[in-house]
């Protein structure tokens, strides 16, 4: 039920945006010197004649067929584009997400098991400092530090050619380590303040009365009850983390993912792939919203009795 | 006995210093030495920003002034770009471009997002409330540096397709957050006094209710800035940025091919600049939410 304006909304603000307003392939087709009428013919075939609707309903009617044909950069199947890129993002963002995410909250745990003393004061602040850099630093100077002749050297700077195993962990573990510390910020943070405002309550207070150990305190009283924003949390960041987030780790080390392909979509105006995409993120999104609501169901029994 | 009457009188006369919520936090933020730090951190900033602005300093980022490549020199501190124009000049100017960024996004998108919520808030449950959850969920479907890239082509020869785009994407933060305050805020007694008083809704939700997010309002402001200034570095580094002017992106960007040869001046001062103003803006904006939320833990 809430699939369907969703998608209609998002297919008409990126046809707006991304088609309607979206680059003019008009003079890209043509030859050297066009007459006005090839020039009308292009037009014409491109559908800018045509009046919005007409062009709109054109562009809904080809995402509800799944029918998105052929880049036109490469003229290759959009399908097999997003099939071969789709899983070099995930493999390439995955093992950072995840541990970006663990160590996130094991730190949280642990700030918040140390409220208030020199523990946790040292990891809130460092936390502040990892927010303050910029993700293009954290990539140039990791890549300074691991990749070049200045450092390191140990890892490529560049490039993507994945056989093995031990080719993933040598292309992916500069990317991952940089992705791990710009999230770690953000995470520690989040996650404390969600797990201390756990710690203040009640029945955390009877637990520790009733001489439980800290330990289980933190890990079944507090970490189990602050589950819901810490599954929210990784849940809806789950579509960006596949499509959007890897653009600036892809780009910067040359590796072909659905980012760097979407971002290359929009600016020459490659519609077939570009609605691709689209419909991908709204579906990721949909995905989501159910997905966060069986786990709420998982992680809160209370939920599914209301 | 007379100047005992005259102290007991003096003293009921002499009125009670006003004790707000707004001065209580303002004292509170005043006691805080990291706060009053960071605040004077950007204040340097805001400072340098507006002394670009008017015309008085480093007005000679974009000449060529040297040779290429320069060290750091007595002359020119930070060295000289592979054009030979003095980076301390750009690092410089570019803080005047990322204040312009960062305020003016963050202004509108704040202000958007307040209006926005606290109108979805008195009417949640209505169909004006579904509306724009609709709207709001649809633009968060599209991942953000894809509608940045979207808006940078639709508007190809806008210079300020950055900021729109950035406005456009960032308000739905605040909007949320305000609108559930609202939905609080409209079940209070104050409110029903209002209305039983016939009060118009306009002014219910801008007098009434609106007033009383401010301490939202005002630390996601902060939080906006922050944010604007960091995409704008990494937006001018992809190339949908800032035009014909300098940023600390570009800077980043020039610079990111140099220091795998060996040229760091130009990465160190533009990352540098950048860091210190973004961490200075986060901790001021901690101290806030410290003195305005007595909850925050």
Request: charged share 15%; proline share 3%.
């Amino acid at each position: 039920m809430y699939s369907i304006p969703l998608l209609f909304g998002v297919t008409l603000i990126s046809f707006v945006l991304m088609v309607y307003f979206g680059p003019d392939k008009t003079y890209d087709l043509l030859g050297r010197n066009p007459t006005i009428e090839e020039i009308n013919e292009i037009r014409h075939q491109l559908g800018y004649d045509q009046p919005f609707f007409v062009r709109y309903l054109e562009y809904i009617k080809e995402v509800l067929l799944f029918d998105f044909g052929y880049s036109d950069s490469t003229g290759e199947k959009v399908t097999s584009i997003l099939a071969k890129t789709i899983p070099v993002s995930i493999a390439l963002q995955l093992p950072g997400f995840i541990l970006g995410n663990v160590l996130g909250i094991l730190l949280a745990l642990f700030a918040a098991m140390h409220r208030s003393t020199w523990l946790d004061k040292l990891i809130m602040s460092s936390s502040v400092v990892g927010m303050s850099i910029s993700y293009l630093i954290v990539i140039i100077t990791t890549q300074l530090i691991f990749c070049s002749s200045y450092g390191l050297n140990l890892f490529p700077v560049y490039g993507w050619e994945v056989n093995s195993l031990s080719d993933y962990l040598y292309y992916i573990t500069v990317p991952t380590i940089s992705s791990v510390f710009v999230a770690l910020g953000y995470n520690t943070r989040f996650y404390r303040a969600v797990i201390v405002e756990e710690t203040t309550r009640d029945h955390v207070r009877t637990a520790k009365a009733f001489g439980h150990s800290a330990s289980t305190i933190l890990f079944k009283h507090v970490l189990r009850n602050s589950l819901i924003p810490i599954v929210t949390r990784i849940v809806f960041s789950i579509p960006f983390v596949i499509v959007g987030g890897a653009l600036l780790l892809e780009s910067y080390f040359g590796i072909p993912g659905v980012g760097l392909t979407a971002y290359d979509a929009i600016t020459t105006g490659d519609l077939p792939v570009l609605k691709a995409i689209i419909v991908l993120t709204t579906l990721m999104f949909i995905l989501v919203v159910s997905l966060v609501d069986i786990l709420y169901r998982v992680v809160d029994p209370r939920i599914s009795l209301k | 006995m007379s100047d005992a009457i005259m102290e007991q009188g003096s003293s009921t006369v002499v009125p009670a210093k006003r004790e707000s919520l707004w001065t209580k936090a303002f004292q509170k933020f005043i006691r805080d030495k990291v706060g009053m730090i960071s605040l004077s951190v950007v204040g340097l900033y805001l400072l340098i920003a507006i002394l670009a602005w008017l015309g008085l300093i480093a007005q000679g980022w974009d000449e060529l002034l040297a040779d290429g490549q320069m060290g750091p020199t007595a002359e020119y501190w930070f060295g000289t770009n592979i054009n030979g124009q003095d980076i301390f000049q750009r690092a410089i100017y570019s803080t005047k471009t990322a204040f312009e960024v960062g305020l003016t996004v963050a202004v509108v998108a704040t202000i958007t997002g307040a209006l926005v919520g606290s109108t979805t808030g008195y009417f949640s449950g209505t169909w004006i409330d579904e509306l724009f959850l609709w709207l709001m969920n649809c633009l968060d479907c599209i991942p953000y540096y894809l509608m940045v890239a979207a808006f940078a082509v639709a508007l190809a020869d806008n210079p300020y397709a950055m900021h729109i785009a950035m406005m456009s994407c960032f308000w739905m933060g605040t909007a949320r957050l305000v609108r559930g305050e609202v939905i609080k805020l409209k079940n209070m007694e104050f409110t029903e006094a209002a209305r039983s008083l016939g009060v118009p809704v306009y002014r219910v939700i801008f007098k009434h209710l609106l007033p009383n997010t401010s301490h939202i309002l005002l630390v996601e402001m902060t939080l906006l800035f922050i944010t604007a200034i960091k995409s704008e570095v990494i937006l001018s580094f992809l190339g949908l940025g800032v035009k014909d002017s300098i940023s600390w992106g570009l800077m980043i960007a020039e610079a990111s091919g140099e220091v795998t040869a060996g040229y760091f001046c130009n990465f160190f001062a533009s990352s540098g600049m950048l860091f210190v103003l973004v961490l200075a803006f986060n901790m001021f904006s901690d101290s806030l939410q410290d003195a305005l939320d007595p909850r925050k833990i």
